[in-house]
């Protein structure tokens, strides 16, 4: 099994160096998920390994893209290949602290809004405040978060 998977690494390889209509990503680009139960791949086939499913607006750092494919890192430092197809745009960040704050500005001294759990997703609206992010929770209250406490950025 480690052997096969080797050898698909190393095809892919070969084509990434080979091929300039393959690219790799820029270093902070993310995507969403766009659809719920996402098959992670440990390849860029649908004939490759199926690895895990996600959910639903989770966020994922790009790292490579193949034609039609995207090798992702997620917010727990796995790294699987997805269809581009089921793919946003659209930002989310997803909470790293076990519980986050989130305030009406970006000043812990401003009111509470919310707070957030771990693994929570929260739709990203900006970064133009050092320090923090401004968050919109699916129920649309609109808040700014510490950059510190998510990840997605």
Not at 68 to 73: I, N, T
Not at 83 to 94: A, G, H, N
Not at 104 to 131: C, G, R, T, Y
Request: charged share 20%; proline share 4%; glycine share 4%.
């Amino acid at each position: 099994m480690l052997q096969r998977r080797g050898l698909i690494e190393s095809f892919f390889l070969f084509f990434l160096l080979i091929f300039p209509c393959w690219s790799v990503a820029a270093e902070t680009e993310f995507f969403s998920v766009s659809e719920n139960a996402v098959i992670m791949y440990d390849a860029p086939s649908l004939n490759a390994e199926k690895l895990y499913v996600v959910s639903l607006h989770l966020p994922l750092k790009v790292i490579a893209k193949v034609e039609g494919w995207v090798k992702v890192r997620d917010s727990s430092g796995g790294v699987a290949w997805v269809e581009r197809k089921f793919l946003s745009d659209k930002r989310f960040v997803i909470v790293t602290a076990p519980l986050a704050d989130v305030y009406q500005s970006p000043d812990v001294h401003s009111p509470l809004l919310f707070q957030a759990q771990k693994n929570v997703v929260i739709e990203w609206l900006s970064s133009d405040v050092a320090d923090w992010v401004k968050v919109r929770h699916r129920d649309g209250q609109i808040g700014y978060i510490r950059s510190n406490q998510v990840w997605g950025l």
